[in-house]
């Protein structure tokens, strides 16, 4: 099992009540290099009958309105990034009112990266809240039922949609589409990759887990789980266990073990990590559709 592992320093600062209780703690800030294309495109996506904004980044480098024939056009690749509970579609490229860090990472790379908003969740059935007052559930019981809950507001159908319309619309690379997110955002990526592996050249859930069911569909894209030590709703333990069955079932997968909580982890060292495993995986011609 490959594993790697980095300390981020934190400072406190004041946040919204709804990262607090998330937990999304205040992230390290690295001197970044200054990019000047911070703008983002709002668009909508159709799909199962509704409409969900999103919000699209293109690097400098991307040429609009190219009059090449299909064949010949300069493509880019596409990261689909979904955020965490209580966030939207601005939440990637924006974090707490400062410069929007993924940007300067896909403008640096020459990604097009675009976020969707996710649908709400429905609430809990009756008989998956705990029977005692203040009784967790367990670790297993917990991910499978929001795993359930992610299924049950089609959340892989919104993302399948997403990048069909952004391949028709956009020049896309077909051999580098990629997917991650962070906790909600991270097991929605499991989710979606689980459904349809062949979409994606790689994937990077950020403080996630996935049950056993997603097990053989993730074997076939090359997984990183960026996990925490101190995650009090996905165990370290978990997730070393679950790269282990995702190896077994002849998978490729990597976990980076990062010092904290259960955070966003959206800084611009977290990005290049996760950059640099999308960097070094390219669908094969084969494997394309």
Sequence with gaps: MIESKLVVLSVLVAVPFVFQVLGFAAEGSAPMPEVVNLDTEFCMVEYEGQMRPYRIFFPSSYIHGQKAPKAEAKKFPLVIVLHPAGGDETSYFQWKGEPARIQVVAEERGYIVAAPALPPLPERKKEEEPEAEGERPSEGDFVSSYWNRLAEVKIP??????????????????????LMGASKGGMSTYLAASREPETFAAICGVVALFPDEAVEGLSKVPVMMFNATRDKHFSIDKAREMVEKLEAAAGEAKLHVVEGGHGGYRNYEAYNLIFDWFDAHQRKAEEKE
């Design 157 to 178: 159908e919104m993302v399948s949609a997403l990048v069909r319309e952004i391949k028709k619309q956009r020049w896309i690379d077909d051999s580098r589409v990629y």
